[in-house]
């Protein structure tokens, strides 16, 4: 990793507002780990006095000696994976980690010196009732994170929960009761001080979180390691997930990413995938830099106005609290075919 952001630090010309340890489990890295990383990255790029250094971090690895070492590393934020408050959903989820551990991982950063901590619910879960979701809500305010981030349980093919729900082991929440939980939390943290700036994610005092707000805003980013995607306003590219091949090919040859340019299209349907899920809406300038609307999509923007799925003003679209329920689709619906047009 550390080779590769010496090859690529040409690639980054701005100041880096922002870096973020994720995609996995960080806080597995040991103090000398993560200082070669960061040593790396300040040496290779401009970086920002006051950036937004994010670890996402399982609420066991917190330990008083790792909470100390990430504070003498320079990171200023923790993204603490909770997930539920109910053992019984973290046993289905087969989290290491039980309730007790999760609310003391909270208060322990937090007394380490952390100001900045955010951390991951996850809603839908089979055998969630109303009830149980509403106490796992009161449950993380009553920890006061400035952050709170909440996901439905989606489930992917050639998983393991795929199989159980198969195998009639375990059955999801239907789309109904998943949706009364999603509006239950908008209603809930909107009345104890926190706002829903992004369908999944929630800040006390505008708190935002700089790296994922970068990302909804369109702004490049660089991906470093296994897996990890980069972007430029011209193009994405991706490195291959296999450990073993990419510490293999890393500087030695170009087998370890993958890359596309973007066309107009995809750079229209990217502006509204993640435009629409901010509280800021889909920017008309932006929209007017691509060329406009067509009739079609003028229709579209009246047909969700009139349904309450959609507010448009001056400035931008944006969702209401119906249409945030629909927000993949909605955004879909603005997509532009794309054409694969031979030279």
């Not at 296999?242 to 040859?253: E, Q, S, T």
């Not at 920017?283 to 106005?305: M, P, Q, V």
Request: one cysteine or more.
């Amino acid at each position: 990793m550390c080779k590769e952001l010496v090859l690529r630090n040409k690639e980054v010309s701005e100041e880096v507002d922002t870096i973020y340890f994720g995609g996995g489990t960080p806080s597995l890295l040991q103090k000398n780990e993560f200082t070669l990383l960061l040593d790396t990255v300040f040496t290779n790029f401009t970086v920002n006095p006051h950036a937004e250094i994010t670890i996402e971090v399982n609420p066991d690895d917190c330990s008083e000696t790792k909470l100390k070492d990430w504070i003498d590393l320079g990171i200023n934020r923790l993204s603490i994976g909770l997930q539920s408050f109910k053992e019984g959903d973290l046993n289905w989820m087969n989290r290491s980690h039980n309730s007790r551990q999760g609310i003391d991982a909270v208060k322990n950063a937090r007394r380490a010196g952390f100001k900045n901590i955010s951390i991951d619910l996850m809603y839908g879960l089979p055998n969630l009732s109303k009830e149980e979701w509403l106490i796992n809500l009161k449950s993380a305010v009553a920890l006061k994170p400035t952050h709170i981030s909440a996901y439905c349980l989606t489930i992917e093919p050639k998983t393991a929960v795929h199989s159980w729900v198969l195998n009639e082991k375990s059955i999801p929440l239907n789309e109904d009761y998943q949706n009364e939980q999603f509006l239950d939390m908008i209603e809930f943290l909107s009345e104890v001080g926190y706002e829903q700036y992004e369908i999944s994610n929630f800040a006390k005092g505008s708190v935002y979180a700089k790296h994922n707000t970068a990302y909804w805003e369109g702004k490049p980013y660089l991906g470093v390691g296994p897996s990890a995607h980069s972007y430029d306003k011209k193009s994405r590219r991706w490195n291959i997930s296999n450990n073993a091949l990419y510490v293999k090919n890393v500087g030695i040859n170009e087998c370890w990413y993958e890359n596309e340019h973007l066309n107009f299209n995809d750079k229209w349907n990217e502006l509204f995938l993640t435009g629409l899920r901010t509280k800021w809406g889909v920017n008309k300038a932006k929209i007017n830099s691509l060329g406009g609307l067509n009739s079609g999509e003028l229709k579209l923007i009246e047909n969700y106005t009139k349904n309450g799925s959609l507010i448009e003003n001056n400035t931008a679209l944006i969702l209401t609290q119906q249409g945030k329920l629909y927000a993949d689709g909605i955004a879909s619906s603005f997509f532009r075919v794309i054409k694969n047009i031979s030279n």
